[in-house]
Each structure stands twice: as structure tokens, then as C-alpha cells.
């Protein structure tokens, strides 16, 4: 087929104490190969949980509940660790979204970078470090010599990121996958990693699955967004379409249109045979309070919400 990830009917769970919480609630996503994705949502709407367990990087009380992930045809959730491991990195790129934390603060970042050669292509310390400082002009890193001989914590946010970008793409895989990737970065580099992620898609004809929280700035780069709240998909299609014509609540809230009008930003306490986001909407209908919305359209191209 001609879709690189196909997620179907994805639940994912965590146990608490307390009780069970749902952080993916059946959701549907495709990436097709060169694509560009962009996954949005709040912090808390379920699409770092969506990540990890695509990467089958679920912490030890999430579990995928139900559904399935399929990349090139394969079922990952089927794939024992040693597979899915050669999966990670070769074929799909990981961008976390900690980036100093992502990185051993004692260890030089050629030495983790070169890593990557060494175990994954088998090749000497000399060669690793010329793939390390190639790896690092492609991705347009400055002043490569410094940052191979420095330390995480004597770069800066933007740089930490982009040694990080380096690794993901270093095994030239088919998806780039980034968490949150300019979290940690100032306001002026956000453009420009999005501009570098962007130019590594097209170069490598590489498909990206971006999650973030700041619709207006991905809507630029992005293909296809998927919006995301309380782990259910609330609308998708063509970024462009999304970015002018946005049909959610949600999406519009998050576009920040209708500031004349008031979201509610503090969610009030709910029954939840309803729908999920009608505690905060300034559309919603009598019949939201206990009707979920039915999807409008279809995978490619809908949203969960009343109105048309
Ligand atoms: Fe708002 Fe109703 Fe649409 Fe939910 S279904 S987003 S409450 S209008
Ligand atoms: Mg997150």
C-alpha cells in the first residue's frame, strides 16, 4: 500500500493508583512516505503517549489497550524488542522533547554520536567521527569542530536539538518522529528547526510526524494536521484547509479566532457520556452535554463536532 504508518483504532492506557486513564482513545492516523504530519494538541491531550507507543517507548504503567500500528506493512506491537530496536532509528528517527536531558551530559557529543555509526553501521572511531561531522553540515550545524569535542551543557538549547535532529536522521530513515521539538528552543530558532526538519523531509524524502502544541506555527510546514483532545482525533485534513477554514471548536480556539468571543480555559467538572470538549465550548448545543458529536467526513478529511 501506499501508506509508510497506518495507526487504527489506537487506544493507550495508564494505571494509577487510583484508577485507569485513557491518554489514546481509538484513534485513526496515516502518514503516507514523504508526507509531512503534524499531531496537535495541549499538553495532556494524549500526543507524546501517540509517540511512544508507535516507538513501543511506553513507560512500565502505559499499556496499549487496543488497536493496532502498522509500519510498512508490519504490525510494530507484534515485533519482538530486538526488531523494534533496529526499527528505531534506521527506519523511523526519534526527536525527543527534552533535548538536554535526551543527551549524556558526560560524554562529548561526538562520542554519542559517532555511537550510532559504530554499533548500528559497525565502522571504526575514525570514520564514525567523519559520519558524525558530515552528519552535522548536513543538518547545517555551526562551528562543527567545537560542537563534536563539546558537552550537552555547553550548548545551547537550538544546538542540543539539532545534534539531536542529526542522530534521528543519521540512519537516513523513511519517518522522522518529533515530540515537541522546539519546546526548549527561543522563540527565533523554532523557525528555523522547523525550516531544517522541513528541508531534511525534502532531501531525504523522509515523511515527518510532528507533535506540538502551537497550531499556527505547524500549520505552516505541515501537509496533513491531526488535532487531538483528551486523546480523541477533534478534526483533520490539509494543513491549508485547517489554517483557513478550521471546522472544530478546538482547532479555532487553538488558531486563537474567536477572541472576541470566550473559550472557557478552565475545565469544569463534567459527565462524560457527552462531548469531551463541551465544558469549554461557546458552540455547544443542549444535545452536547450528552451526545458525543459523529465524525464528519472521512479518515482523510473530518471532525468530531456537530457543526458543519
Ligand atoms: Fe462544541 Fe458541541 Fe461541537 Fe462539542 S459537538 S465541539 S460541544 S459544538
Ligand atoms: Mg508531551
Redesign the pocket.
Known sequence: SSTLLNVNDLSVCYRTAARQVIAVNRLNLTVSPGEFVGVIGESGSGKSSLARAILRLLPANGKQTGGSIRFQDRRLEHLDDAAMTKVRGAHIGFVPQQPVAALNPVRSIASQLGEIFRLRLGVDSRQAYDMSYDILRQVKMGDIDRVLHAYSHELSGGMCQRVLLAMAVALSPFLLLADEPTTAVDARMRGELLDEITRQQKDRAMAVLLIAHDLPLVGRYADRLVVMYRGSL?ETGAAHIIYSQPK???TRLLLGLDRDRKFFDIERLQDHS?????PR?M???P??RHEK?AWQGDEQVGW????K
Open positions: 477533534v472544530h471548536p478546538y457527552g462531548c469531551e470538549f463541551q465550548c458552540y455547544a448545543q444535545s452536547c458529536p468530531a463536532c456537530i457543526l
